[in-house]
T-cell receptor, first 109, second 112 residues
């Protein structure tokens, strides 16, 4: 069964810290997505990547195909970054996304 | 600039009642999805529609039915609600398979 595993489940950080959230998956993905779920419940897409690295503001997403691993980094974290971060994989073929359970991040001022 | 719109936002049902969750997108996307989100679990796919006129079961389809009414609208129906269907439901859409997903704001459903 194609699965997506995230770690840690919960993360508390002080404002300004560098944060890393990890995602591992089975073989054969065609794309890896990172999403953010706000405390109010809305879900937004942050990144979609199949190789290398992408950056948007203070957020950086990387993927290592050989190690079947992706990371989401947040530099200079801020309380407004507090949210649940979700990793999702699209496996080969026309298949829907498979979601991880999410990482709940709290950034304290 | 509506994106994906779900209605209602909140609903309380009694066991055995039926209801339909509505979802509409104004981005001309081909694919639409219904997920449920439960504490401690990731988003789980209930049903999806890869294109207008097609629907397929996801991971947890039992107790649900769907209709892809047209390209814009994809509804989820609970024929006889059960407490196990208490959850937050999300509708999503994507232009194609290798594209980002856009989500609605969610519907919090409680079945008592």
């Amino acid at each position: 069964k194609n699965e997506v595993e995230q770690s840690p489940q919960n993360l508390t950080a002080q404002e300004g810290e560098f944060i890393t959230i990890n995602c591992s998956y089975s073989v054969g993905i065609s794309a890896l997505h990172w999403l953010q779920q706000h405390p109010g419940g809305g879900i937004v897409s942050l990144f979609m990547l199949s190789s290398g690295k992408k950056k948007h503001g203070r957020l950086i997403a990387t993927i290592n195909i050989q190690e079947k691993h992706s990371s989401l980094h947040i530099t200079a974290s801020h309380p407004r970054d507090s949210a649940v971060y979700i990793c999702a994989a699209r496996y080969s073929g026309n298949t829907p996304l498979v979601f991880g359970k999410g990482t709940r991040l709290s950034v304290i001022a | 600039n509506a994106g994906v719109t779900q209605t209602p936002k909140f609903q309380v049902l009694k066991t055995g009642q039926s209801m339909t969750l509505q979802c509409a997108q104004d981005m001309n996307h081909n694919s639409m999805y219904w997920y449920r989100q439960d504490p401690g679990m990731g988003l789980r796919l209930i049903y999806y529609s890869a294109s207008e006129g097609t629907t397929d079961k996801g991971e947890v389809p039992n107790g649900y039915n769907v209709s892809r009414l047209n390209k814009r609208e994809f509804s989820l129906r609970l024929e006889s609600a059960a407490p196990s269907q208490t959850s937050v439901y999300f509708c999503a859409s994507r232009p194609g398979w290798d594209t980002e997903a856009f989500f609605g704001q969610g519907t919090r459903l409680t079945v008592v």
